[in-house]
């Protein structure tokens, strides 16, 4: 008991129970949900037509879950799998013989509400009748079903001759066929194919002009460097489809660019896929090794050319790989965007098999089925960024990249070839990464007609924007506050946990559990939400809450790993020295810690907000009338040649202002050192 009241009176263990609790709920048991469903099989079924003669004829649509080979006329042997079940032979008009192959036919065969039950050990077969009749068939005369076991392995069913036999086995088996079938299946395989295809070209692509011109950057000093940082992260907040609908509006087969020139070429397909996933995961890689090498000891470099080391091998010898974590840092966080984004495979091009695209399709396609086959597929892919996570650690662990740094680092003036080779380079490559955010907002001025930019300048996309779809941006607005509040009074209270509490074992399994949303493709998450609360005693699916909690959830990890950065750099001495005082933890708390780390807590809350404004695959999972975002008004019109692009560059050209202005409020004004006034405690 006493140790109960102990527990109790700590404010920040009730905080870590709430919010362990929390994290298991939505995304371990997620997916477990998930898991299960990627090893469930229903049954299956087919359909059997009959004639007034007592032929039969396999209705070969119909057939799932079943195999069915004909022996000879009249007679069909029934496999599920690779294990035969059943042999049905015609005995004539309305009559048909049922055997079992192996095993026998279970006593409690029955009748129930006019289906044919028919039980051979754990297994049942359902057996219905559908008769189509005449306008003044009354049905008087048809002859029901009747069921009559003949020997242990065998039973005779009389129906009305002329009517469809429908058999099911409407239980759920647990199996490995899923992920059988999965491997199979050429139309799968592809998808991993192209996925793998996808993160890897776009990756290099992107590593090429990312590395090259951090490195550019932090070796030489050039005016307008700052300039070109806070542009550079602008475009890493940008839509993921945002360049997916502005290269085909340019490229496409009836694009601006392929219109003015004539040109026999599109960008749709896998190549296009390439390109634009290189451009939108340029910044990260960019940025995380502008940081990586801007913090290099200089000294190691000086150490190196003053040993006879030329410029290229100190290059790869000393300053690439002591720069590697940071850089595979990057190349990860790519790979996983381009491996995982769902927007622009399926914006460029509707039939370009990728995993996310592919689980989507299969998920709507299965929503009254199966969705077994969408679960597999969602479990490789978190199976497949786990080990591209562990292959990561793997390497940064096989050495150590620590130095001691004697001084700052230190740039070298750029000469004017440098020089020049700097700015061309930046012009390229800002021209390629912002393209698609200045054809959008031009087009948005433009008339459409099917499909089709004209000259015609107009207001009107933004007239009918906001006469139609006002309420889509009420609905961002509302979730993505609510999530991104959750995500600034979760991340802190976590993120003070892991640096400052440390509790045994609770500590470790938060960290990781915060984490874990980060492997999870949006799309995934959302399947494994709607299978969380699709049934009672929680049932979330269609509400508003339900796109809450996923946003919340997904973007966790941006605002405690900033708020840890900032708690890092915060010495217990002040807490503690306020709690000697006589001041309460949760007010040495709110009145010391938490006014010098507000800085890196407001920019983690806003990356969160950032990125949930601009979320898309989770959201055409889960969203449900009238809670439709931005994202989703913007991707339904993009994806057809007859939508309405002039009311998605309207609304793009919207989403950006809300992106880039609070963007700018946290690098221009949030950042400036706030003053701890101690003596006020």
């Not at 032929?55 to 195999?67: A, I, N």
């Not at 509006?249 to 599109?266: D, K, P, Y």
């Not at 202005?661 to 003053?675: F, H, M, N, S």
Request: net charge positive.
């Amino acid at each position: 008991m006493s140790r109960i009241l102990i527990f109790f009176r700590d404010p920040w263990k009730i905080f870590t129970a709430i919010a362990l609790v929390l994290l298991i709920s939505l995304v371990l048991f997620s997916q477990v949900w998930i898991c299960k469903s990627s090893f469930q099989r229903n049954g299956g079924e087919f359909t059997i037509s009959t004639s007034t003669d007592g032929e039969l004829l396999l209705e070969d649509e119909t057939v799932k879950g079943f195999s069915l080979s004909q022996v000879s006329d009249g007679r069909y042997r029934v496999n599920q799998g690779h294990t035969p079940l059943y042999i049905i032979t015609s005995m004539g008009p309305g009559m048909l013989e049922i055997k079992a192959v192996n095993g026998n036919i279970a006593d409690n065969t029955s009748l129930q509400e006019g289906a044919a039950s028919l039980s051979t050990g754990p297994d049942t077969l359902w057996i219905s009748q559908k008769i189509f009749t005449g306008l003044f068939d009354d049905g008087s005369d048809h002859q029901p079903l009747t069921l009559q076991k003949n020997a242990e392995n065998m039973v005779r069913l009389q129906y009305h001759p002329g009517a469809f036999l429908l058999f099911a086995d409407k239980k759920t088996h647990y199996t490995l066929s899923n992920y059988v079938t999965f491997f199979r299946n050429s139309k799968y395989l592809s998808a991993v194919k192209n996925s793998f295809l996808v993160m890897i070209f776009s990756t290099l692509i992107a590593s090429f002009f990312g590395v090259g011109l951090a490195y550019l950057y932090a070796r030489y000093k050039v005016p307008g460097t700052s300039s070109v940082l806070t542009i550079i992260t602008m475009a890493s907040v940008s839509p993921p489809f945002l360049g997916a609908y502005a290269w085909r509006m340019l490229l496409g087969s009836s694009g601006v660019i392929t219109r003015l020139f004539h040109l026999n070429w599109t960008i749709v397909g896998l190549h296009g896929v390439v390109w634009v996933i290189s451009w939108l995961v340029f910044p990260i890689i960019f940025l995380l090794t502008y940081d990586a090498f801007i913090s290099l000891d200089h000294s190691l470099r000086e150490c190196s050319m003053s040993l006879g080391g030329d410029r290229k091998k100190t290059f790869f010898r000393i300053e690439l790989p002591m720069a590697m974590p940071g850089i595979l840092n990057g190349l990860y966080l790519a790979m996983m965007t381009a491996f995982t984004d769902f927007g622009t495979p399926y914006v460029i091009s509707l039939n370009l098999n990728v995993l996310p695209v592919m689980i989507y399709k299969e998920y709507m396609n299965e929503v009254g089925g199966n969705l077994s086959i969408a679960s597999t597929g969602s479990m490789l892919m978190i199976f497949f960024s786990s080990l591209i996570l562990m292959a990561q650690r793997i390497y940064l662990a096989r050495r150590s990249y620590a130095s001691v740094k004697s001084h700052q680092p230190s740039a070298r003036q750029a000469g004017k070839g440098k020089k020049r080779l700097i700015y061309s380079l930046t012009a390229v490559v800002l021209a390629f990464a912002f393209l698609p955010h200045i054809t959008v907002a031009i087009s948005a001025f433009f008339k459409w007609k099917v499909g089709i930019l004209t000259s015609t300048f107009t207001l009107d996309n933004f007239t009918r924007l906001f006469r139609s779809n006002l309420s889509s941006v009420g609905v961002t607005l509302f979730t993505g506050g609510t999530a991104t509040l959750l995500d600034f009074v979760f991340g802190i209270g976590i993120a003070f946990v892991v640096v400052k509490k440390r509790y045994p074992v609770v500590t470790n399994l938060l960290n990781q559990l915060v984490m874990v949303p980060y492997l999870i493709p949006g799309t995934v998450l959302g399947i494994g939400f709607i299978l969380l609360f699709n049934q009672p005693p929680i049932v979330l699916t269609g509400t508003w809450l339900i796109l809450v909690l996923a946003y919340f959830i997904r973007k966790l990890p941006y605002s405690v790993k900033s708020a840890e950065s900032a708690l890092y750099q915060v010495h217990s001495a002040l807490g503690e020295a306020a709690e000697s005082l006589g001041a309460k933890p949760m007010r040495s708390f709110w009145q010391i810690t938490f006014p010098l780390i507000i800085g890196g807590v407001i920019s983690g809350a806003t990356l969160s907000f950032l990125q949930i404004m601009t979320e898309i695959s989770a959201s055409i999972i889960l969203y449900r009338p009238p809670w439709k975002p931005m994202t989703a008004v913007i991707f339904e019109n993009t994806i057809d040649a007859g939508a309405d692009f002039g009311i998605a560059s309207a609304m793009t050209v919207l989403l950006m202002v809300m992106l880039y202005v609070p963007l700018y409020i946290v690098t221009i004004k949030a950042r400036k050192p706030k003053e701890v006034r101690i003596e006020s405690i």
